[in-house]
């Protein structure tokens, strides 16, 4: 199959000015022939906005779906996952900057069809594609028509964005989804605007949406940054809206920051302040509360909300506990616990596996 190099998009109106505004995002780019938005892979192309990177990708790998993070939807299983260049948001602290900052095209090392890239996965034994990397929201196209040829082999798709997209768009995007872990970046309007060009109240709609109008299964993630979200008072808070807005259900994940792109002058988050964070989701009601990029393996581990007991023990990506019924309840209570989960544990452990995807191409 011959991937075209430029795709039509149907979320842009003309304006009076002959510019043509993306309606994607938010960010409302208004462009003029030729122009790029933000994103660098979305421009005026002939009078329409098009996708510039359909088909091509910055790599391929089949990774633990807990490094999503996902850790209520299929444990233990491999995930191929993939991006592409470029992103909606201009974070300062971008921990996949050399992806989602690229301009440069020959970033995306690698190409595939929708059909391709669901044949790899169902040959490589993966439950699950991960759009991740950067942003799929800004591959749209490419990812729905994925998800599509997924959804035909039974293999399940995942976003990893910020959830930073329009009502109608985001309608149809996750209508494909069968999982998505939005990074609420922080809560706080100054740090959106500041620190990654966007706003906070888009991201809040995404979720409420995304909880109380689909059935995609739903995980957080906050990367905790030194002195700019990691305060106490909007850890509370955040935690607080989520539990009354989102549920208990809802797993929050609490990522430690590493200087990068840049914000080079900040330290790396302290292991306290991730236990900090996870201490006051709990607290507040959130049931299933995690730190990560840090090795705890009780951070990391799922336990019984309503006895106690120990779950799903984790060490990093691999799982050294399973103690759910076939149908995902607690072995000791029977409570349920929030998620989707196989009838037993997934052992791919925390191998990370490069694929080329030409290999798989009729």
Same mark, same amino acid.
């Given at each position: ?17 002959? /510019?043509?505004?993306?309606?994607l995002c938010p960010r409302a780019c208004r462009l003029k022939e030729g122009q790029q938005g933000l994103c660098f892979v979305r421009a005026n192309y002939e009078h329409q906005i098009v996708l510039t990177t359909y088909g091509r990708s910055s790599g *391929? ?11 209520h939807f299929l444990p233990g299983t491999p995930i191929l996952s993939f991006g592409t260049a470029g992103c909606n948001l201009a974070c300062k602290f971008c921990q996949n900057w050399d992806m989602s900052k690229s301009r440069e095209m020959d970033t ?19 439950? !699950?594609?991960?759009?991740?990397? %950067? ?45 998505? %872990? ?48 990691? !305060? ?76 106690? !007991? ?9 799982? !050294? ?30 191998? /990370? ?6 290999? *798989?191409?009729?």
């Amino acid at each position: 199959m011959k991937i075209p190099t430029y795709v039509p998009t149907q979320y842009w109106h003309e304006l009076e000015d002959g /510019r043509i505004q993306c309606d994607l995002c938010p960010r409302a780019c208004r462009l003029k022939e030729g122009q790029q938005g933000l994103c660098f892979v979305r421009a005026n192309y002939e009078h329409q906005i098009v996708l510039t990177t359909y088909g091509r990708s910055s790599g *391929f790998c089949v990774d633990p779906i807990e490094k999503k993070p996902l850790n209520h939807f299929l444990p233990g299983t491999p995930i191929l996952s993939f991006g592409t260049a470029g992103c909606n948001l201009a974070c300062k602290f971008c921990q996949n900057w050399d992806m989602s900052k690229s301009r440069e095209m020959d970033t995306l090392a690698d190409e595939a069809a929708p059909d391709t890239l669901a044949r790899a996965a169902q040959q490589l034994g993966c439950s !699950s594609v991960a759009y991740t990397y %950067n942003d799929p929201v800004i591959f749209h196209e490419y990812a729905i028509d994925v998800a599509q040829e997924c959804q035909k082999l039974g293999i399940k798709s995942v976003a990893v964005t910020a959830g930073y997209i329009c009502e109608q768009p985001r309608e149809e995007f996750f209508k494909y989804m069968d999982a998505a %872990n939005v990074d609420l970046k922080a809560f706080t309007e100054k740090f959106y605007f500041k620190l990654t060009g966007g706003h906070l109240q888009p991201v809040l709609d995404t979720l409420r949406y995304l909880k109380h109008e689909t059935k995609v299964w739903l995980e957080l993630t906050t990367l905790l940054i030194p002195g700019e979200n990691d !305060s106490e008072t909007e850890l509370e808070e955040m935690t607080q809206w989520v539990v009354e807005n989102l549920g208990a259900d809802v797993p929050m994940h609490f990522t430690a920051f590493h200087p990068e792109w840049k914000m080079l002058d900040k330290p790396a988050t302290p292991s306290h302040t991730l236990s900090m964070a996870r201490q006051i989701a709990r607290k507040n009601g959130v049931r299933y509360a995690y730190t990560g990029n840090v090795h705890d393996k009780q951070g990391g581990s799922t336990y019984c909300h309503n006895c106690g !007991s120990l779950l799903i023990g984790r060490n990093w990506y691999v799982l !050294s506990d399973w103690h759910l019924t076939a149908d995902g309840k607690c072995q000791q209570c029977g409570t349920t616990c929030a998620g989707v989960f196989g009838a037993k544990a997934g052992n791919w452990g925390a191998r /990370r596996l490069p694929v080329r995807l030409r290999d *798989f191409a009729v």
